[in-house]
């Protein structure tokens, strides 16, 4: 499954950087972050692995986050693999004019078993989890950039 998502932030793209790329502000937009632990690598830098654990619901999630490209401020990409799912993440930010950025994130998930089955009957969970995601650091970037 492969889908695109993009928005713009009200906000110059090297500030929007600045707060995607600091781990300490994961906590502060990504609902349901419970944690998140470096693992090897350098932090930020490609090859870097991390642990991150989420709760939706009832349901706790355990991911491996890796850090394929960085080519900031233009774009960065993770690999994020848990039970039966892998999602190539990837993120570019384009300046808009002096005080805005396009985000746009595009998602190729692949899925084994179980996963397999809930990605083909609900793919859109998938894109409107993306949506409330970048949605979320949206308000945040946009409250945090403008303090």
Known sequence: ????TELIID???DKVVELFNNEENLFKWLKGLESFDHI?????????VSKMVVKSGKREMEMKETIMKVNLPEGIN????GKG?????????????????KWTQNNVFKMKGAMKIFG??????????????????????????KA
């Open 1 to 4: 499954m492969k889908y695109s």
């Open 11 to 13: 906000l110059p793209r």
């Open 40 to 48: 090897s690598g350098t932090k930020g830098e490609e090859g870097a």
């Open 78 to 81: 993770f690999l994020y693999e």
């Open 85 to 101: 799912v892998q999602n190539w993440n990837d993120h570019t930010f384009v300046n808009e004019g002096d005080s805005q950025t």
């Open 120 to 145: 083909f009957l609900m793919p859109g969970m998938f894109k409107k989890q993306t949506a409330k995601h970048m949605n979320d650091f949206k308000e945040f970037a946009e409250k945090e950039g």
